[in-house]
DNA sequence: CGCGATTTTGAGAGCCGTCAAGATACGTGG
DNA sequence: CCACGTATCTTGACGGCTCTCAAAATCGCG
């Protein structure tokens, strides 16, 4: 196939957060593949209510997915970083009731949907993969209503700070530095249910508390004990994971 | 096996709103399924942060997952009626994020958490429809997220029982009069991220509106046009669906 | 240097939370 | 059948967190 990286060369392979795959899977995978799609940021990757013929796995870069209500209040659902699936709605379902977007420049691992049948029938394990991604996003959507439905405003945001930060570091940003964080105030009050102004606001005291410091795209944890308090955090789950 | 109900007389069989079972499919599952467990009302199903050996598929009566903090402030997160599965999570994570319990007296059909892995290898088509069922849940939690972060009170709650009304039919409850609904304002408050206080107020202020009647566990829509306007409802996927 | 996007700050309003108390419903025991 | 206790629902008063409106400051970039 021609395509910068057939996936024994997938830069998502050499990371240690991710599980090792056979060689039989890596070739089948290798079939399954149907190309590249690279997008500048800020560029659309689905549309609310419409349907796909393509799953993405994020290999380089930031998506987000989001909802919105008729009159244009939107609501931002789960970040995808390097390794996560978007759009695994299509292969289920006629519609997908999400639209997603680009944050950043975003390299994407084009699979058809009309595949995954077949990679259920001929890999089970792979099948089980799927399964565990969609999971792992329920996972995620849990941890935000929380937020959303019961978390102050403080909490929140340092809740998504600390999450974020530690999700990049697992998909191999930033090293042990501070880790590139292309979000805007806007895209984390879409995050969070709140306004932008008060994101801001908001913002500004978690900074003077000393924990993180956020400037220039790029998020620092200063002291990462201090904000997990201040988020309510409960630690998760380590251990390697697996992508498609 | 001496249980109440084999699959082949599984209530849920009979409802129009689930996908058929090839024979094979069926003598499978029965092999599969490992027992019934009964429960009171207001009964804990799962406690959150433990692991279980069981997932179980909600044959009758209404459940409830839920998250907490510290500090006991709960938020719930998805309703579960007949036909929905509950705890996989089990299955693919050490532990459970979510905790769960019973709103009504439940009937839940018992899956072995290490039978999965064999039907992944032996039934694609089933795993396929545990994808559906992951994935759907997802669906609805975007749903939530949307609600409680954009959604003003009245919409939340309007939104919430349409919605509950909706599925509540399909799981085949209530015929085409009222539906039996077995939440308290408590519960309601749990799950919209509002306080009971402020559920009242706002019930007060929907009921007024003439669009729903809500009283003595049972739900009457009286105005669908004017519920579905008030809670920003977009109309949902229909046609059969899986369960296990 | 100039323009748009983003961030910051202030003022005022309103939705919703907390506190408190009473009313109603329901199951239990006498 | 009635008394009583508990759970649930209802209502009012008050306060605060967060929203909206508005405008200025800063940043990114051509």
Redesign the interface.
């Given at each position: 196939m021609n395509v910068e990286f057939p996936c024994d060369a997938c830069p998502l392979r050499a990371l240690p957060a991710f599980r090792a795959f056979s060689p039989e899977e890596l070739a089948f995978m290798d079939r399954f593949k149907q190309g590249e799609l690279h997008l500048e940021a800020g560029g659309a990757i689905f549309h609310e209510?419409t349907s796909s013929p393509h799953v993405y796995t994020v290999v380089k870069g930031w998506a987000f997915?989001y909802?919105t209500?008729?009159?244009g209040?939107?609501?931002r659902?789960v970040k995808d970083l390097p390794g996560d699936l978007i759009g695994?709605?299509a292969?289920?379902?006629?519609?997908m009731?999400?639209g997603a977007d680009s944050l950043t420049p975003v390299l994407l691992c084009v699979l058809p949907r009309t595949g995954?049948?077949e990679l259920?029938?001929s890999h089970?394990?792979l099948?089980?993969d799927?399964?565990?991604l969609?999971?792992?996003?329920?996972?995620l959507?849990?941890?935000?209503?929380?937020s959303?439905?019961?978390?102050t405003a403080l909490e929140r945001l340092a809740f998504l700070l600390w999450n974020l930060h530690h999700r990049a570091r697992r998909a191999g940003l930033g090293g042990d530095g501070p880790v590139p964080f292309p979000l805007t105030q806007s895209h984390v009050a879409d995050t969070?249910?709140l306004s932008l102004v008060h994101v801001n606001k908001t913002l500004k005291r978690l900074r003077d508390s000393g924990a993180v410091s956020w400037t220039n795209g790029s998020l620092e944890v200063r002291d990462e004990q201090r904000l997990m308090e201040l988020g309510?955090v409960?630690p998760p789950?380590e251990g390697p994971r697996p992508f498609l």
């Open positions: 209510n997915r909802k209500l008729p009159d209040r939107r609501q659902v695994l709605q292969v289920l379902h006629a519609e009731a999400y995954f049948e259920f029938r089970p394990s099948a089980f799927v399964t565990w969609a999971s792992n996003e329920e996972r959507l849990d941890e935000g209503l929380l959303v439905g019961r978390r969070l249910g309510v409960s789950e």
